[in-house]
């Protein structure tokens, strides 16, 4: 079981897991920081943590064209590094799910930064017109099946190096 992902027989609100055994020691600190961007992609859809920075960014400098969000000048440095940080990992994991995993970083991606980029130009050079708010939705579709791809690739990878693994939904009441 990923350590860090899961932690065995935790109860985390309406959610239970057991694990199914074995351990991953040479991937834990990867599998929290994963775990730890989730959350992070979690709390920044609730928060715009992003925007927020952007904001920051704009007052140093003034940016348009593919630049226009400003965040991404700072995420792009960040997302180069964190590929880099990554790969190691990805190598570790059992071919399929690291290519799975890999994969669904990749869509992830293209909609989170790639998408941003493309709707800066267009909001730059036409606001909030159609074709932009087509990016959006392209850029909202994306991410979410990145993240689709990789509870896949993580309920796969489980699946191979822990099959007694179990994961269990009830309501708050228990019943």
């Given at each position: 079981m990923p350590p860090g992902l899961v932690h065995r027989d935790d109860d985390v609100g309406c959610c239970r897991a057991h694990g199914?055994?074995?351990?991953?020691?040479?991937?834990a600190r990867p599998w929290f920081i994963l775990a730890t961007i989730f959350v992070y992609f979690s709390f920044d859809e609730v928060a715009s943590v992003h925007e927020k920075i952007g904001e920051v960014v704009a007052r140093l400098h003034s940016f348009s064209g593919v630049l226009t969000f400003a965040w991404v000048v700072v995420a792009g440095p960040v997302l180069v590094l964190g590929v880099l940080a990554f790969v190691p990992f990805l190598r570790r994991l059992p071919a399929p799910a690291g290519r799975r995993l890999f994969m669904a970083g990749v869509v992830f991606?293209?909609?989170?930064?790639g998408?941003?980029?493309v709707g800066g130009y267009l909001y730059s050079t036409g606001g909030r017109s159609f074709w932009y708010w087509v990016e959006v939705f392209a850029e909202e579709a994306l991410e979410m099946s990145g993240l689709v791809l990789a509870i896949g690739a993580i309920l796969g990878y489980l699946a191979t190096v822990a099959p007694r693994f179990t994961l269990g939904f009830s309501d708050r009441d228990g019943a």
């Amino acid at each position: 079981m990923p350590p860090g992902l899961v932690h065995r027989d935790d109860d985390v609100g309406c959610c239970r897991a057991h694990g199914g055994g074995g351990s991953d020691p040479a991937n834990a600190r990867p599998w929290f920081i994963l775990a730890t961007i989730f959350v992070y992609f979690s709390f920044d859809e609730v928060a715009s943590v992003h925007e927020k920075i952007g904001e920051v960014v704009a007052r140093l400098h003034s940016f348009s064209g593919v630049l226009t969000f400003a965040w991404v000048v700072v995420a792009g440095p960040v997302l180069v590094l964190g590929v880099l940080a990554f790969v190691p990992f990805l190598r570790r994991l059992p071919a399929p799910a690291g290519r799975r995993l890999f994969m669904a970083g990749v869509v992830f991606v293209a909609g989170a930064f790639g998408c941003e980029l493309v709707g800066g130009y267009l909001y730059s050079t036409g606001g909030r017109s159609f074709w932009y708010w087509v990016e959006v939705f392209a850029e909202e579709a994306l991410e979410m099946s990145g993240l689709v791809l990789a509870i896949g690739a993580i309920l796969g990878y489980l699946a191979t190096v822990a099959p007694r693994f179990t994961l269990g939904f009830s309501d708050r009441d228990g019943a």
